[in-house]
């Protein structure tokens, strides 16, 4: 299947610092990533659309200046947590459709995700 | 946004077959997804089932669709230890997918 890499695994930072997330699409071109936040125990939370070559979309509550996303080729989407706080602290995972001539069905992969950890 | 619901947790015992279930909200959803997540790690695809399907079966897991009461289950024949994970159901409609709260499955040796 599609491989979607997700970088880094895990960080740790101190309160005030930026961290980038990067998410690569490895073996196929994806017009169109997401970007999902998930608390412990908790399901995923939608948070942004990330279209590639246009500005994200993001979902209701999402503060679209503390995390910027960047979505520059059909197979890179960041994910940017500006001053990060202790209450940002989370696992981020992105995932990425793939585009398709005929969409016969809607495949959406994953990457491993990214534990932040905000000091 | 649209409504997926699953039970947290589910316990059942090496051998036994295991069934999870989720109910969602939008009739016009047209595919539903089943996702497996193993401890920080990310979702991995399991299946999935078109709206017009009313049961799918792929090897050990089978998926049933009972479209007018919105109901969508997953059965593991003959669990193993290694299907211990969160297993969350997923809607695609109007260009989004929406997840349930994920069911915990833990399986006992």
């Known amino acids: 299947g599609a491989v979607v890499s997700q970088h880094p695994s895990r960080v740790i930072c101190k309160s005030g610092t930026s961290v980038k997330i990067e998410c690569r699409s490895l073996d196929f071109q994806a017009t169109t990533m997401f970007w999902y936040r998930q608390f412990p125990k908790k399901s995923l939370m939608l948070m942004a659309t990330s279209n590639e070559g246009s500005k994200a979309t993001y979902e209701q509550g999402v503060e679209k200046d503390k995390f910027l996303i960047n979505h520059a080729s059909l197979t890179l989407s960041t994910l940017t947590v500006t001053s990060a706080h202790p209450e940002d602290s989370s696992f981020y995972i992105c995932s990425a459709r793939e585009n398709r001539q005929q969409a016969t069905n809607e495949k959406l992969f994953f990457g491993s995700g990214t534990q932040l950890s905000v000091l | 946004g649209e409504d997926v619901e699953q039970s947290l947790f589910l316990s059942v015992r090496e051998g036994d077959s295991s069934v999870i279930n989720c109910t969602y909200t939008d009739s016009s959803s047209t595919y539903l997804y089943w996702y497996k997540q193993e401890p920080g790690a990310g979702l991995q695809l399991l299946t999935y089932?078109?709206?017009?399907?009313d049961m799918k079966q792929d090897q050990r897991l089978t998926v049933l669709l009972n479209k007018k009461d919105k109901h969508l289950s997953l059965r593991i024949a003959d669990t193993q230890t290694g299907d211990s994970a969160i297993y969350f159901c997923?809607?695609?409609?109007?260009?989004?997918?929406?997840f349930g709260s994920g069911t915990k499955l833990n399986v006992k040796p």
């Open positions: 089932i078109f709206s017009n399907m």
């Open positions: 997923a809607e695609y409609n109007f260009n989004k997918f929406y």
